[in-house]
């Protein structure tokens, strides 16, 4: 038998291959099979799989789409329906992850209990909570593995969709979260139970690790347990800075770390009493005691994609040592991935489990050769990682760090080999009596401290790293190629010519409109405002998403990575219609992470701001046209009835950004001079509210197309239906975020054409369907 497969070839590599194709195509399809047909082809592929090992990627390909799209639509089938969104509930279950808190607010995943008591649509499923405190109050303590009786209010899963690669409702199906919301105050919330599980040990260890002095403990508890709570934005942005997430969070390697530990107390024991080989040889007992102990760490530290992956490919290995087999790091690494996508295809949809499976793919290719030092190694496998997996990085990430390999080259061994064996020994310490694991941790921390202000200093290095922008579907496969042709062997010809391939990967899918053309994103911010817009060398912000007191902030996690997306490293203008924090509370973000020209705002408006904008400012960028139409010169400031109305034109052909105004400022504009209020597209005045949106206001715009920037299900039950009955009354058609995700107008001489992010991307996971 071969001694690469050493197995049958129905669990090899073509299996692996065709399960995983299979499955893919099923999940980035725009819609799902009827379920008889996914039901017809998963049976003919398992049939096929049994009876055709010759052709067995064919089979499992087969079996990968069927058994996918049979998983995705139950899943799917399960989300909340659209009868109970808003509706008080009672539900009783289980917090079944590590709750995170802030001043404000306590937010954690709860498994309703699976009994007749429940809400039928919710037994024993997931949900998302957000428990909000009362004014002055602290939020609510919550337990890990705790039980609840809780009151609330829930929603379909609801992401924001613009260009990029940020997806939440994703997200969401593959963590089967079937709806959101909140916890109504008040004295009908109960605890029936303190934290107990696998969940409260893991929270346990955390705390105990939090109690020391060092500002590195948050760090330690990311490395010994998964546990990333205490971990900040900064953070967060130095680690991606450095291309070092994958040391943070719990990878392979830890697995195998206590895998070897518990092997090495099995030695040991064995040892110390040899009567025990006579029951167990010890070899077998080493073997058994390192799969039982890594599986435990598996589970206490949240079983993430890459830490089973090694769990599943230790198990295999172990299996054939046991029974005499011979297996290599290919067969593993298949049997593994095989395993993970039967057990949960929707594993596929994680970026996780495709770097942890491409990473390991990489090394056993390239570095299969052996017989160099252990430096050269250790060298070729770190330039084998970074170029390997650049590609899927900036697939899932859209971002690279060309100061990776130099961070990995120190973080590697100074925190995979020294730091993280000594969070580890803490948590075998701990376990054996509360305390004494907090030497081992100090001392962890004490290490980390040591190389972490080399990080903070290679993260302020402007070049170090870039955002990418969204290409082209054929660029990432491209690159893939381009990284194979470089990391192939030397004899292979044309490497320098390889680099080509990695051009596609730079190229925005959105170039720059032509001179005399205008292009307007509506970026879906939620329940507040962002557009884009774009002339052939220029850029405009019109206001800059919301920001909360809660800390979300949309300048930092909507807008900075659409205008990547876009491809948009500089903004001449930004224009902030009022004040208010829905559109103006991203600004220092924004400024913060792309160099701004210039800012401007209404007069007198309570913000910081170079210029003011006012009735008669007119000026022309690359053949586009732009006029202020509102607010007066030197006007007081009132707020939304003062928001800059910007009109953009081309041509006979115009746009007009409303802000916030009300029916007394359309009003006063309409008597001023209807002329300048002429568009074809109109971004609808204040959301779409009730007091907004006035007949002769509607009749004077002429708009063929109005378009609301709201949050799904928001509070102000924003676009109002009366004021949308107002628009389609005058012959408007009516687009709103919420459902229509970003969207994208094209201006220029000839007219103007409209597209919505989610009709361009459509997804099976899309909240916009209908179960």
Same mark, same amino acid.
Request: charged share 15%; net charge neutral; glycine share 10%.
């Given at each position: 038998?071969?001694?690469?497969?050493?197995?049958?070839?129905?669990?090899g590599l073509q299996a692996a291959i065709g399960l995983l194709a299979g499955a893919m195509s099923c999940l980035w399809a725009p819609w799902l099979a009827p379920r008889w047909v996914l039901i017809a082809l998963a049976i003919s592929g398992l049939v096929l799989w049994w009876k055709l090992p010759r052709r067995i990627w064919i089979a499992t390909a087969l079996l990968g789409f069927g058994w996918a799209g049979i998983v995705a639509g139950a899943a799917l089938q399960s989300r909340l329906p659209t009868g109970l969104e808003g509706r008080e509930l009672v539900v009783q279950g289980r917090v079944d992850n590590l709750p995170e808190q802030d001043s404000k607010s306590t937010r954690f995943q709860f498994a309703v209990d699976d009994d007749v008591a429940q809400q039928a649509e919710l037994r024993g499923k997931r949900i998302r909570l957000g428990w909000f405190a009362a004014p002055d109050q602290a939020p609510p303590q919550?337990?890990?593995?705790?039980?609840?009786?809780?009151?609330?209010?829930?929603?379909?899963?609801?992401?924001?969709?613009?260009?990029?690669?940020?997806?939440?409702?994703?997200?969401?199906?593959?963590?089967?979260?079937?709806?959101?919301?909140?916890?109504?105050?008040?004295?009908?919330?109960?605890?029936?139970?303190?934290?107990?599980?696998?969940?409260?040990?893991?929270?346990?260890?955390?705390?105990?690790?939090?109690?020391?002095?060092?500002?590195?403990?948050?760090?330690?508890?990311?490395?010994?347990?998964?546990?990333?709570?205490?971990?900040?934005?900064?953070?967060?942005?130095?680690?991606?800075?450095?291309?070092?997430?994958?040391?943070?969070?719990?990878?392979?390697?830890?697995?195998?770390?206590?895998?070897?530990?518990?092997?090495?107390?099995?030695?040991?024991?064995?040892?110390?009493?040899?009567?025990?080989?006579?029951?167990?040889?010890?070899?077998?007992?080493?073997?058994?005691?390192?799969?039982?102990?890594?599986?435990?760490?598996?589970?206490?530290?949240?079983?993430?994609?890459?830490?089973?992956?090694?769990?599943?490919?230790?198990?295999?290995?172990?299996?054939?040592?046991?029974?005499?087999?011979?297996?290599?790091?290919?067969?593993?690494?298949? $049997?593994? /991935?095989?395993? %993970?996508? *039967? =057990?949960?295809?929707?594993? +596929? @949809?994680? !970026?996780?489990?495709?770097?942890?499976?491409?990473?390991?793919?990489?090394?056993?290719?390239?570095?299969?050769?052996?017989?160099?030092?252990?430096?050269?190694?250790?060298?070729?496998?770190?330039?084998?990682?970074?170029?390997?997996?650049?590609?899927?990085?900036?697939?899932?990430?859209?971002?690279?760090?060309?100061?990776?390999?130099?961070?990995?080259?120190?973080?590697?061994?100074?925190?995979?080999?020294?730091?993280?064996?000594?969070?580890?020994?803490?948590?075998?310490?701990?376990?054996?009596?509360?305390?004494?694991?907090?030497?081992?941790?100090?001392?962890?921390?004490?290490?980390?401290?040591?190389?972490?202000?080399?990080?903070?200093?290679?993260?302020?290095?402007?070049?170090?790293?870039?955002?990418?922008?969204?290409?082209? $579907?054929? /660029?990432?496969? %491209?690159? *893939? =190629?381009?990284?194979?042709? +470089? @990391?192939? !062997?030397?004899?292979?010809?044309?490497?320098?010519?390889?680099?080509?391939?990695?051009?596609?990967?730079?190229?925005?899918?959105?170039?720059?409109?032509?001179?005399?053309?205008?292009?307007?994103?509506?970026?879906?911010?939620?329940?507040?405002?962002?557009?884009?817009?774009?002339?052939?060398?220029?850029?405009?912000?019109?206001?800059?998403?919301?920001?909360?007191?809660?800390?979300?902030?949309?300048?930092?996690?909507?807008?900075?990575?659409?205008?990547?997306?876009?491809?948009?490293?500089?903004?001449?203008?930004?224009?902030?219609?009022?004040?208010?924090?829905?559109?103006?509370?991203?600004?220092?973000?924004?400024?913060?992470?792309?160099?701004?020209?210039?800012?401007?705002?209404?007069?007198?408006?309570?913000?910081?701001?170079?210029?003011?904008?006012?009735?008669?400012?007119?000026?022309?960028?690359?053949?586009?046209?732009?006029?202020?139409?509102?607010?007066?010169?030197?006007?007081?400031?009132?707020?939304?009835?003062?928001?800059?109305?910007?009109?953009?034109?081309?041509?006979?052909?115009?746009?007009?950004?409303?802000?916030?105004?009300?029916?007394?400022?359309?009003?006063?504009?309409?008597?001023?001079?209807?002329?300048?209020?002429?568009?074809?597209?109109?971004?609808?005045?204040?959301?779409?509210?009730?007091?907004?949106?006035?007949?002769?206001?509607?009749?004077?715009?002429?708009?063929?197309?109005?378009?609301?920037?709201?949050?799904?299900?928001?509070?102000?039950?924003?676009?109002?239906?009366?004021?949308?009955?107002?628009?389609?009354?005058?012959?408007?058609?009516?687009?709103?975020?919420?459902?229509?995700?970003?969207?994208?107008?094209?201006?220029?001489?000839?007219?103007?054409?409209?597209?919505?992010?989610?009709?361009?991307?459509?997804?099976?996971?899309?909240?916009?369907?209908?179960?």
């Amino acid at each position: 038998m071969h001694a690469e497969t050493g197995t049958s070839p129905r669990i090899g590599l073509q299996a692996a291959i065709g399960l995983l194709a299979g499955a893919m195509s099923c999940l980035w399809a725009p819609w799902l099979a009827p379920r008889w047909v996914l039901i017809a082809l998963a049976i003919s592929g398992l049939v096929l799989w049994w009876k055709l090992p010759r052709r067995i990627w064919i089979a499992t390909a087969l079996l990968g789409f069927g058994w996918a799209g049979i998983v995705a639509g139950a899943a799917l089938q399960s989300r909340l329906p659209t009868g109970l969104e808003g509706r008080e509930l009672v539900v009783q279950g289980r917090v079944d992850n590590l709750p995170e808190q802030d001043s404000k607010s306590t937010r954690f995943q709860f498994a309703v209990d699976d009994d007749v008591a429940q809400q039928a649509e919710l037994r024993g499923k997931r949900i998302r909570l957000g428990w909000f405190a009362a004014p002055d109050q602290a939020p609510p303590q919550i337990e890990s593995g705790s039980r609840w009786r809780l009151h609330v209010k829930l929603k379909r899963p609801h992401g924001l969709r613009n260009p990029g690669v940020q997806d939440s409702e994703r997200g969401m199906l593959v963590d089967r979260i079937v709806a959101t919301g909140s916890v109504k105050g008040g004295d009908g919330n109960e605890e029936l139970q303190a934290g107990d599980g696998i969940d409260a040990l893991r929270d346990g260890i955390a705390q105990r690790i939090e109690q020391g002095s060092s500002p590195s403990r948050r760090f330690i508890r990311a490395l010994a347990v998964g546990d990333t709570r205490g971990l900040s934005d900064d953070d967060w942005t130095i680690l991606r800075a450095n291309g070092l997430t994958h040391l943070i969070a719990i990878s392979g390697s830890h697995v195998a770390l206590t895998a070897i530990l518990g092997s090495a107390l099995a030695w040991l024991l064995w040892q110390s009493f040899p009567d025990l080989g006579r029951s167990l040889p010890r070899r077998t007992a080493m073997l058994l005691a390192g799969i039982v102990v890594a599986a435990f760490y598996t589970a206490l530290s949240g079983g993430e994609v890459p830490t089973l992956r090694t769990l599943l490919m230790m198990a295999s290995v172990a299996s054939a040592v046991l029974l005499r087999r011979r297996m290599g790091a290919v067969q593993a690494l298949a $049997i593994a /991935a095989i395993a %993970l996508t *039967l =057990i949960d295809p929707l594993n +596929l @949809l994680r !970026p996780g489990f495709w770097l942890s499976f491409a990473g390991v793919a990489w090394l056993s290719w390239c570095l299969r050769e052996g017989g160099r030092s252990v430096l050269r190694e250790f060298l070729g496998a770190q330039g084998v990682a970074t170029l390997g997996l650049l590609p899927l990085s900036m697939l899932f990430f859209a971002q690279a760090s060309w100061v990776s390999p130099l961070a990995n080259l120190v973080a590697v061994p100074w925190w995979g080999f020294v730091v993280v064996p000594l969070s580890l020994l803490g948590v075998l310490a701990d376990g054996l009596h509360h305390g004494w694991g907090a030497p081992l941790w100090n001392l962890a921390a004490w290490l980390f401290d040591l190389a972490w202000p080399l990080f903070q200093r290679i993260a302020d290095w402007p070049p170090g790293q870039s955002r990418m922008p969204e290409a082209s $579907i054929i /660029a990432w496969p %491209l690159a *893939l =190629i381009g990284a194979f042709w +470089l @990391l192939a !062997p030397r004899k292979l010809p044309g490497k320098p010519l390889a680099l080509a391939l990695w051009l596609p990967m730079f190229t925005p899918l959105q170039p720059a409109p032509l001179p005399g053309e205008a292009r307007m994103q509506v970026i879906d911010v939620g329940q507040g405002q962002a557009i884009l817009l774009r002339t052939a060398n220029h850029v405009i912000l019109y206001d800059a998403g919301p920001a909360t007191d809660d800390g979300y902030d949309a300048g930092a996690t909507v807008v900075l990575p659409a205008l990547a997306a876009l491809g948009v490293d500089r903004i001449d203008l930004m224009m902030l219609s009022h004040a208010d924090a829905d559109h103006a509370g991203g600004m220092n973000a924004v400024l913060a992470g792309v160099p701004v020209a210039a800012v401007q705002a209404p007069p007198n408006a309570p913000i910081e701001v170079d210029t003011h904008c006012k009735l008669g400012d007119r000026w022309e960028w690359d053949g586009v046209g732009f006029e202020v139409v509102s607010p007066l010169p030197d006007s007081e400031y009132t707020g939304n009835p003062s928001s800059c109305v910007l009109r953009v034109s081309s041509g006979d052909h115009a746009l007009l950004l409303t802000g916030d105004i009300d029916q007394a400022t359309e009003r006063a504009m309409v008597e001023r001079n209807p002329d300048s209020l002429r568009a074809d597209v109109v971004s609808m005045p204040h959301h779409g509210s009730a007091g907004s949106s006035s007949d002769a206001f509607i009749h004077a715009t002429g708009a063929a197309w109005a378009i609301a920037s709201a949050g799904y299900r928001n509070k102000f039950h924003h676009p109002n239906p009366k004021a949308v009955a107002r628009w389609t009354d005058g012959g408007t058609h009516v687009l709103d975020t919420p459902h229509a995700g970003s969207v994208r107008v094209e201006l220029s001489p000839a007219g103007v054409t409209l597209q919505t992010e989610r009709a361009r991307r459509q997804r099976i996971w899309d909240s916009g369907n209908q179960d």
